[in-house]
């Protein structure tokens, strides 16, 4: 009986410290590999115009190639963007790539972004390396380097936000502003 006593004590040392050693191993990670497949759908020279309840355009996009994958997500070349909310936004937008992640209202464009419009009583001129669209919120943002310029001003910031009215224009941090006076 003695023995057994002190069996039980020592296999509960013993397994106390196999769970130690292997039972707090992390499993090894079992991520899969970026699909590979091909688009559900490819079409070059597109005029994709999305439309909200009321039937006015959330935005219209005119785009080289678009590719829309299983997953809902969309792909798109040579990206031209215009009617953010409305026929009547000042934002006109070209990028060379754009894509829509799956199930979300926005587009993000890359590779060097140029937007420009008609705000309050000035032409702006915008560049940015990549910038959302967000249909949810009806706003431009980034969080990138930004040049904003018009014809009296140029301005240099990390990160801006914009209504798709263009009636408020924010950049954001490290912002840097010339001014030109006039005459």
Do not use: C
Request: without cysteine.
């Amino acid at each position: 009986m003695r023995i057994l006593y002190l069996l039980i004590p020592a296999a509960l040392v013993a397994a106390a410290l196999i769970f130690t050693f292997y039972g707090f191993e992390e499993a090894p990670e079992t991520t899969a590999a970026p699909s590979a497949e091909p688009p559900r759908y490819a079409a070059t020279n597109v005029q994709w115009l999305r439309l909200g309840a009321e039937g006015e355009p959330e935005f219209r996009v005119d785009a080289a190639t678009f590719d829309y994958y299983a997953d809902e997500s969309v792909a798109m070349t040579k990206v031209r963007l215009d009617a953010l909310g409305g026929y009547s936004s000042p934002w006109h937008i070209e990028a060379p790539r754009g894509s829509a992640p799956p199930r979300e209202r926005q587009l993000r464009l890359s590779g060097g972004v140029r937007a420009t419009g008609d705000l309050a009583t000035e032409r702006v001129a915008l560049t940015t390396s990549r910038l959302w669209v967000d249909l949810l919120r009806r706003e431009l943002h980034t969080d990138a380097e930004v040049r904003l310029q018009t014809e009296y001003r140029t301005a240099t910031a990390r990160g801006m936000r914009s209504d798709f009215d263009g009636e408020r224009v924010q950049l954001l941090n490290d912002v840097k502003m010339d001014y030109v006076p006039e005459g």
